[in-house]
């Protein structure tokens, strides 16, 4: 089992930037590959971005390529998400997850593909 903590999200106005983190405990985190993924309201689950259990594989989303960064930190078992340029559509609650597993790692990118997942932190970009 792998317990998940999200923090750092808030109210923030258009263009302006946001550090989520996520701490986790539990398994070894260091073989586990991360997941941000986000939820509008009335909106399905959507994928933000991810990154290997190593730090050296990572991808994002089209829509947050060139303003969000995804790392991890893998000897303070933490991983997070830095935001900047934000867009009132990147208004949502945001999740990080986990997933453990060869191919997983290589390519986990959909919410059904993640066991593990925080509660949420709810960002809201004001216009």
């Known amino acids: 089992q792998v317990q998940l903590v999200e923090s750092g999200g808030g109210l923030v106005q258009a263009g302006g930037s946001l550090r989520l983190s996520c701490a986790a405990s539990?398994?070894?985190?260091?073989?586990?590959?991360m997941g941000w993924f986000r939820q509008a309201q009335g909106k399905e689950r959507a994928f933000v971005a991810r990154i290997s259990s190593s730090g050296g594989r990572i991808y994002y989303a089209d829509s947050v390529k060139g303003r969000f960064t995804i790392s991890r930190d893998n000897d303070k078992n933490m991983v997070y998400l830095q935001m900047n340029s934000l867009k009132p559509e990147d208004t949502a609650v945001y999740y990080c997850?986990?997933?453990?597993?060869?191919?997983?790692?290589?390519?986990?990118?959909?919410?059904?593909?993640?066991?593990?997942w925080g509660q949420g932190t709810q960002v809201t970009v004001s216009s």
């Open positions: 997850a986990g997933v453990y597993g060869y191919y997983a790692d290589i390519t986990a990118k959909s919410p059904g593909e993640y066991e593990y």
């Open positions: 539990g398994r070894t985190f260091s073989s586990c590959a």
